[in-house]
């Protein structure tokens, strides 16, 4: 099999890198580029060179991290990150960095997710994450449409993660998803009456709006309703 790299989903290239492993030492390794984000989905690496989105992207980010992050460490439920956390699944021939991703206590002690060390350091130095995290968050952008609505989904269930969040504020309609693991494909959370989704993961529900700030500025406002 010839891996090939697809450069913003129109350019595909071969490379020298024919199995996850390789693609894993090739991550780890120096040579590795400092920007953009890499990914590894069934033989096929994927590169997005992209400036991230101001508003769309950035701040939306922002906003989700700083309310998950404040439930993650208020209950002591596990280990949040963001940008450039690499977490490879050789069962399902995956090695991404999700926009969000969650791992909880229970999978780090059960050894479900493992933390792989980062070569010739330190103590308390790593590298990425090896095993399904518990909750994935993509943001959508102009040049990830199809990697994050159709590929990494796929790719995610077949990982073993719990729950996937889908989030696009691009257009006029926000959208704001949250989805459980089915049988054979994830399956999207109900809404409450008031517009809330529940998180099995965090044993929360969430609503997203989207408004204009005092200057006219979009901003964003994740809320959180515990159970």
């Not at 699944?89 to 479900?112: H, K, M, N, Q, Y």
């Not at 309609?173 to 009456?193: C, I």
Request: net charge negative; proline share 7%; glycine share 6%.
């Amino acid at each position: 099999m010839v891996t090939t790299v697809l450069f913003e989903e129109r350019v595909e290239v071969p490379l020298d890198i024919r199995s996850l492993a390789d693609f894993r030492r090739w991550a780890l390794s120096d040579d590795f580029p400092e920007q953009g984000r890499i990914d590894y989905l069934a033989g096929r690496i994927e590169v997005d060179m992209s400036p991230e989105d101001l508003h769309t992207h950035g701040k939306l980010k922002v906003e989700i991290v700083r309310v998950l992050a404040g439930r993650v460490r208020e209950l002591s439920l596990g280990e949040l990150y963001t940008d450039r956390a690499r977490v490879s699944c050789p069962e399902a021939d995956l090695s991404v960095e999700p926009d969000i991703l969650f791992v909880s206590e229970a999978s780090l002690d059960s050894g479900r997710v493992r933390l792989v060390p980062k070569a010739s350091a330190g103590p308390d130095r790593y590298a990425e994450f090896e095993g399904p995290p518990d909750l994935i968050v993509e943001i959508v952008s102009d040049a990830s449409v199809g990697k994050d609505t159709q590929r990494l989904p796929a790719a995610y269930h077949r990982a073993g993660v719990a729950e996937f969040w889908l989030v696009d504020a691009r257009g006029e309609d926000l959208l704001f998803r949250l989805h459980r693991r089915g049988p054979t494909a994830y399956e999207p959370a109900p809404s409450d009456a008031e517009g809330y989704q529940y998180s099995a993961v965090l044993a929360a529900s969430y609503r997203l709006t989207r408004t204009r700030n005092p200057s006219g500025r979009i901003a964003f406002n994740l809320e959180e309703k515990p159970q």
